[in-house]
């Protein structure tokens, strides 16, 4: 112990000696920069003002107009956001050569915009990952918790255990509570429940069983991520967040972490310097009232050790105080050891003053907890075209660049620009990726999972 100390002090004095006298004669301080750790403590990243703005539609960030004779998955259900079952690594699994997808559903007897409040999840699968077959819900009715189950995402680990990760929205596993009267009176919660999938090979199909006990594993704490009663005492013009889990595994680290989506705790929300920009343009570009209630965040909890469901909540990932108030299903890819960090938001929901489309956007940073950039300057990665702006949403980026989404609400430019209500997989886009910027560079068949 002491002979190390007197170790360390050797080579502290040497050091600070060899850098004074590299100073002296003005050379390069070869020494000094041996000496720096680097830094990893974590640090909030923003996505500024300043910076969400200059949206342009390219033919790089553009998607194709989605067909108005597109085909329906399941013709009695309406689908929207969709994630496939993926190692922990995020590679697209295989159970007996078949390909899985969870999906938020609801039936098409109920209304369109009702059915964020019978949300539930079902599973499809399939050889060819273009074909869906309807397994089911993807847990039993009694057992899911909240009164619906909003948006998730699923592992499968080397022991065939399939782990869920949800959102329990509302209170209550019966599905027959009344109709929540207030929207903004939605909790949130985020739950996980593990279970095996098996194949059936008589019926050729996969099937679900021996579920564990639905368990909520994060729920905010008023500081670093808003909670129900902070965002009704400010009257939040929009529905907080506390939703959307995403597992994600740092193949750096080999860490295993929730990302979600949240907003920004505290009483009192401010939009600070950091949120809006630098001297010049905070100078030319005053903050319009109201703007502190748009306060969306990414969170990241860690797992802890070989736990699935222990978790520690750690500071956010990303700020848009003053921006946005939803950064909704928020993943991570790594490519070239670069995090790219994606978010969908929609257009309502930007701050005043500010104006962007429906779209994926995205962020990159070679630290999992720090330095995050908004790709293509501002951020956007895809949109859908100007004249059908709202054609597609919920796009997902999966691990080999192609990107899950769904059919909206497309435009019927032959027929007044009547609404042709989506509800359906839409087709699968490929994207690609270099340093800070992005690219669509194809189209696949409607869900097609490669
Ligand atoms: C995105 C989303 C998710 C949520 C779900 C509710 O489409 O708003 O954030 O989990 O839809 O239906």
């Known amino acids: 112990m002491k002979k190390q100390l007197l170790k360390a002090i050797k080579y502290t004095v040497i050091g600070g000696m060899l850098a004074s006298i590299l100073f002296a004669f003005n050379l390069p ?37 989605i067909d108005k004779y597109f085909p329906l998955a399941v013709n009695n259900l309406w689908i929207w956001d969709t994630w496939p079952l993926t190692t922990e690594e995020g590679k697209i699994a295989k159970v007996n ?13 109920i209304g369109w915009n009702d059915r964020h409040f019978e949300a539930a999840i079902r599973y499809f699968y399939s050889k ?14 009694e057992d899911a918790l909240g009164q619906m189950q909003w948006a998730g995402s699923s592992i499968i680990t080397k022991d065939n255990k399939v782990h869920l990760y ?60 808003q909670t129900k009663e902070q965002s009704l005492a400010l ?20 860490k295993k972490y929730i990302i979600f989506e949240g907003n920004t705790g505290g009483d009192n929300p401010v939009v600070q310097k950091q949120n809006i920009g630098n001297w ?23 797992l802890k050790g070989k736990s699935y469901t222990d978790l520690k909540l750690l500071p956010p990932l990303l700020d848009a105080t003053g921006v946005n108030q939803q950064l909704e299903r ?25 104006q962007g489309p429906d779209g994926l956007y995205g962020f990159v940073s070679s630290s999992l907890q720090k330095n995050y950039k908004p790709l293509n300057k501002n951020g956007l990665v895809i949109a859908n075209p100007k004249d059908n702006d709202v054609q597609t949403y919920s796009w997902l980026v999966m691990d080999n660049l192609t990107v899950l989404s769904f059919i909206n609400e497309v435009k019927d430019h ?30 696949l068949p409607y869900g097609a999972i490669r």
């Open 29 to 65: 301080q070869v020494a000094e920069a041996k000496t720096t750790t680097v830094n990893e403590e974590p640090k909030v990243s923003y996505w500024t003002r300043q910076q969400a703005q200059n949206f342009k539609l390219s033919s790089k960030n553009t998607s194709p107009e």
């Open 235 to 254: 009257n939040a013009p929009i529905v907080y967040s506390f939703r959307d889990p995403s597992f994600f595994k740092d193949p750096k680290t080999g």
């Open 97 to 109: 050569g078949y390909k899985v997808i969870f999906a938020l559903t609801a039936p098409r007897s």
């Open 166 to 225: 949800y959102t329990a929205t509302g209170r209550s596993g019966a599905k027959n509570d009344p109709r929540p009267e207030n929207y903004y009176n939605l909790e949130q919660r985020i739950v996980e429940t593990s279970f095996d999938i098996k194949e059936d090979k008589k019926k050729k199909s996969l099937k679900l069983s021996n579920w564990s006990k639905h368990k909520v594993i994060l729920q905010p704490d008023g500081k670093y991520y």
């Open 330 to 354: 928020p993943h991570i890819v790594v490519k070239n050891s670069k995090y790219y960090l994606f978010t969908i938001s929609h257009a309502f929901t930007y701050a005043p003053r500010l």
């Open 128 to 141: 060819d990952g273009v074909s869906w077959k309807m397994g089911g819900l993807a847990y039993k009715n």
């Open 414 to 443: 032959e027929n007044n620009d009547n609404t042709i209500l989506g509800g359906t997989f839409a087709p699968t886009l490929n994207i690609s990726l270099d340093k800070d910027t992005s690219k669509i560079t194809g189209v």
């Open 280 to 302: 010049e343009y905070r100078k030319n570009n005053p903050v319009p009232e109201g703007a502190e209630k748009y306060n969306g965040n990414i969170g990241i909890a860690e």
